[in-house]
Every structure is written in structure tokens, then in C-alpha cells.
């Protein structure tokens, strides 16, 4: 997958959409969130991952990192790099990184607390991951939107 530069600002806009976010949880009523109501929705969605990569995944099967790893999906069965549905991530062949399998456990983590309400609220918060607070929230390095910083070297004066 080919990336270009992020905008200079996409710092700042990545913290208003967060901001945003838990504007828009804020409304959400608490019986919906971390609740079995949310458990539900939870299984519901690893159900659908399972189902989905039982179906069209070529590669191995395996638990890492508190997720099911499908890989060897087909291409078009997929979004970008991968997709996570409940405790199910999606993949095609290459085996994902330890950063990618952090990132991915976090959009576990988001399906634990919002159950069905996940794919909704994804949807509304758009397709630019720049944007989307569930990416953001699971870190844009890790999920590789953005590149990682690099980790500044500290100069003693004399």
C-alpha cells in the first residue's frame, strides 16, 4: 500500500475528532457500553469474523496477541491492510507486525465496549483513518496511516 505524507495539521485534527468522540459518547446511553449488551454485540461480531474467515482464508488460523488471525484473505474481502471484526482480524498473507497486532487489539478492546454499536459508529466516523477516531484511538503509527517518529536523540551540553 502506497502512503502519502499526512497533512502538517493531522495532530491537531486527530485530537478534535477525539475530542468529538467522547462528545458522541457522552450521548450514548451506559447500558450500551461495557455492558452484556455490549458483550453480545461483541460475540456477535467475532462470530461474523470467524464465519467470514472460515470462508476465505487460505493461510493459517491463530490466536496472537488476544486476537484470531486470519490470513491468506483474498484481497477484496478485506479493507486496507486488514479488518477487524470482534476478537477476529482479518488479513491477507504477510504476518502482521507486533505494532499492527497492538493496534488491532485495541479495535478488539472498542468492540468489547460498544458491542453492535461498533460497525455504526465506525461508518460515521469515515473512511480517512486521519479522521476516524477508532483509528486514531488505536494509534495511527501502529496501524501505519502515518509514519512512526522518529525517537529524538538527546545532546548533552558541555
Known amino acids: 500500500m502506497t502512503r502519502t ?5 493531522w495532530r491537531e485534527t486527530a485530537d478534535l475528532m477525539l475530542e468529538r468522540g467522547r462528545r458522541v459518547d457522552a450521548l450514548i446511553p451506559r ?6 449488551i455490549s458483550r453480545v454485540g461483541y460475540w456477535y461480531g467475532t462470530a461474523v469474523g470467524w464465519v467470514w474467515g472460515t470462508v476465505w482464508s487460505t493461510g493459517r488460523i ?5 486476537l484470531w ?6 484481497d477484496w474481502s478485506y479493507p486496507r491492510g486488514g479488518v ?12 502482521p507486525s507486533a505494532t499492527v ?3 488491532e487489539a485495541i479495535h478488539k478492546r472498542q468492540w468489547e465496549k460498544y458491542g ?3 460497525p455504526i459508529l465506525y461508518r460515521f466516523a469515515g473512511r480517512n483513518p486521519l479522521r476516524n477516531r477508532f483509528e486514531i484511538e488505536a494509534g495511527l503509527e501502529d496501524g501505519n ?9 538527546r545532546v548533552e551540553s558541555p
Do not use: I
Request: glycine share 10%.
Open 145 to 153: 496511516y502515518v509514519p512512526r517518529r522518529r525517537a529524538q536523540r
Open 62 to 66: 491463530e490466536k496472537m496477541n488476544g
Open 69 to 74: 488471525v486470519f490470513r491468506g484473505m483474498p
Open 116 to 118: 453492535f454499536l461498533m
Open 84 to 95: 477487524c471484526a470482534g476478537g477476529c482480524y482479518l488479513t491477507g498473507d504477510v504476518t
Open 101 to 103: 497486532l497492538r493496534h
Open 31 to 36: 447500558v450500551l457500553l461495557d455492558s452484556p
Open 5 to 9: 505524507a499526512p497533512p502538517p495539521d
